[in-house]
């Protein structure tokens, strides 16, 4: 049991949990648990966690197939600039190892931006907490626990 279920099962809503054999070579976790589960990229979403004008660490949770655009988030967090934080910092403050960094369950509870692609998707797949876990849920109740906002958040396609 990660932090990540312990609180959605706290909170009694309604999720599965999905388990994968991850493979350290993998180029990008979030594209191999889409791979790997037979999941659509637009339906599987990464956690990255952004430092705020060098202060605050706030996180991002995104399309897998997807980049985030610094301007576009920093604009919905009401900020002038943010960074990608130092992977130390992201460990410290979520409790997760990089590539298991769910959006649920972190140590600090830190300001949550949910692309909003996510928003008409019945459900979303997001880290359970490690690597090969990802934990299935309503993009509602990820709000609700998270405390999340929604805003377009990602690089427009071109």
């Known amino acids: 049991m990660t932090p ?3 609180a959605a099962k ?3 809503i309604r999720y599965t949990i999905h388990e994968y054999r991850h493979d350290p070579a993998a180029d990008s ?3 191999e648990a889409a791979e790997k589960l037979g999941v659509p990229a ?3 979403f990464k956690t990255l966690v952004v430092s705020l004008d060098d202060r605050e660490l706030a996180v991002a949770v995104i399309p897998v197939s997807s980049m985030l655009n610094m301007k576009l988030f920093a604009r919905a967090a009401g900020v002038k600039k943010c960074a990608m934080a130092a992977a130390a910092d992201v460990e410290r403050t ?9 959006p649920l369950g972190q140590k600090k509870r830190l300001r949550t931006i ?3 692609s996510a928003d008409p998707l019945a ?4 880290s359970a907490g490690r690597r090969g876990l990802e934990i299935e849920l309503s993009p509602s109740d990820l709000k ?3 405390g999340a906002g929604s805003a377009a958040i990602c690089q427009p396609d071109h």
């Open 94 to 102: 979520t409790g997760y190892v990089l590539g298991g960094v769910s």
């Open 4 to 6: 990540a279920i312990n």
């Open 123 to 126: 459900s979303i797949f997001v």
């Open 144 to 146: 609700k626990l998270t």
């Open 42 to 44: 637009g339906q599987v």
């Open 10 to 12: 706290k909170a009694k």
């Open 29 to 31: 976790y979030g594209m």
């Open 114 to 116: 949910i692309d909003a």
